[in-house]
């Protein structure tokens, strides 16, 4: 399920080696196949075409403007969180009207831009918000599409940090209590309920949760949609990748064996989700992230020092905490694999860390990998989803650099930060001049 593959010794993303892009290019550096993109939106799309659906891509895994476009061009709409994000869909070329607008914090100013650009339906979060959108919609002589984003209290078996569905999370109204939200909602002249949303959590790796948490919201969704006349309900997102194939999915060649039944697949989930979503007669919405762009994107990083103390092998990087923060913040796993790949099969125990003072810098431990010196390339893997998109300027380092290939072909992305633009918009108070 992703196109970066060795031939012979060197590692490739489609028909480019990657040793001619860290070349051209430089390093650290975000990698992404736009073939591996297209595939999961695709099949994902294909899946569930028994159902009338709109894959709303969560662009917060990924905006940059080329992966942005890529799935405007299928027909993905997008779900945002924020104006920036709404703005950054127009901007590459995206439909607003396709777009559902999440997130329990959304100002006025953001609720004005939205329904001026005509979205589809903001994703509401509490009642107060949706007083608050029926406030700005009549003061713009509009009508409001809003869905409420039901919390159904199911535990997704995820990490805690991006659990997001059950009553100790900040997000979406309980469900004991939506019906009595939307029949005060249905009184507000300027707020059209046009459906019901839900989202549990984030790399679910199994199709289980998602089964429970469907079954429980459907008697709540059908009376509401007869009531109201909805006219769709969003599953959400949160389908997982395989991080570490040895655990994730039993095999470490996960990606060619499509029977695995260990791996969430676009045909496991539906095969599970369409027979129950079916007799709603709605449209059915789903918010994936991780799914479409996780597996596509590496990272690159140049191999600086190679420090041995009485304890441990550190593999010191140019890429660190701020290029990638998911390791350091969740403890994930990412899996890291030479670009040029030596012959022989001897690991070592390393630690891979950044060059960033702080001992959370860095992106695996106790690693056995092959032993790798001084200007060798690694590749970190599954790292397209909530990498880039995540990075920051702390240690004062510039973000880094996003290709895209799409067979032979490469094209910068995005251009590595020149270190000026970093304080360019900091200034010295005039008492200290
Ligand atoms: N819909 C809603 C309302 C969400 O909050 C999210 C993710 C998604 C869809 C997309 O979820 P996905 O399909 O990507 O799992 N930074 C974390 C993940 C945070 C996810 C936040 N919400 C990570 O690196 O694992």
Known sequence: MHDFHYVGSKLYCERVSIDSLVKKYGSPLYIYSQHTLTDHFTKLDLALAPLEHLVCYAMKANSNASVMRTLANLGGGFDVVSEGELRRVIAAGGDARKCV??????????IEYALRQGIYSFNVESEPEIIRINKVAARLKKVAPIAVRVNPNVDAGTHAKITTGTYENKFGIAFEQVE????????????KLRGL??????????????????????????????????????????LG???????????????????????LTPASYASALVPLLQPLNLRILIEPGRFIVGN???LVTRVEYVKRTGKKNFVIVDAAMNDLIRPAFYDSYHEIIPVLR?????TISSDVVGPICESGDYFAKDRPLPKVGEGDYLALLSAGAYGSVMGSNYNSR???????VNGNK????????????????????????
């Open 296 to 298: 596509a994107g590496i």
């Open 101 to 110: 607008f999440a997130g329990v914090g959304k100002t006025e100013g953001e």
């Open 410 to 433: 490469s094209a910068v992305i995005r251009e590595r930060q020149e270190l000026e633009t970093i304080w360019e918009r900091e200034s010295i108070a005039p008492w200290l001049k």
């Open 342 to 346: 030596g012959k022989s099969k001897a």
């Open 197 to 238: 949303q839900m989202h549990i959590g984030s790399q679910l790796t199994k199709v289980k949760p998602f089964e429970l948490a469907v079954e429980k919201v459907l008697p709540l969704v059908s009376k509401l949609a007869a009531k109201y006349k909805f006219e769709f309900f969003s599953i959400g997102g949160g």
């Open 180 to 191: 009595g939200v939307y029949a005060r909602a249905s009184k507000l002249k300027n707020i």
């Open 241 to 263: 990748i395989v991080y570490n194939p040895a655990l994730d999915s039993g095999s470490a060649e996960w990606w060619q064996s499509p029977g695995n039944k260990q791996i």
């Open 398 to 404: 510039g973000l880094i650099a996003e290709v895209l």
